[in-house]
């Protein structure tokens, strides 16, 4: 009977040290940034609908071509409207990015929504989650994009696990 109490005293005790272990915070993924620029074609598509042409809604794919950090491409689609005033509408999409970000390959979905109120534009672009595959598993993050004089670029903040 002395054993077996010695037993169970151990097993306590390993058991506490499991659960202290276990309930350590985990450390959380660094923010890394990719960088460069990219291509992009926009193409209006035919409407789809009643609704759409009455709602005054213009549906584009979108292709893109990303180079630096992230050497992939893209196929999406977006939906857009302009408001009543001048310099205003905005748009939403989704877009499948397929290729490598700094040696990392699979893929992700991004998901677009923006507005601009008489020229002042909102942009956010977010990592779907739980989109990312293969190599690209678990990424999360937000995309910038900056775009002047006719050239594209972006600034890409992700974790990855």
Known sequence: MHFSGAVLTIC??????AHTQDSQP??????????GPFDVKVVPQKPDSEVATAA???????DKVFHGDLEAT???EMIAT????????GYVALERVTGTLKGHKG????????????GVSALSITVVPDSGTDELTGISGKLNINAEGGKHSYEFDYTLP
């Open 12 to 17: 306590i005790a390993l058991a506490g040290i």
């Open 26 to 35: 985990k450390k959380a993924p660094m923010t890394q940034q990719a960088k």
């Open 56 to 62: 005054n809604f213009t549906r584009m794919t979108i």
């Open 74 to 76: 893209s196929k999406g």
């Open 82 to 89: 302009q408001g009543e005033a001048k310099g205003s509408g």
């Open 107 to 118: 893929s992700f979905i991004l998901q677009h929504s923006a507005t601009m109120t008489r």
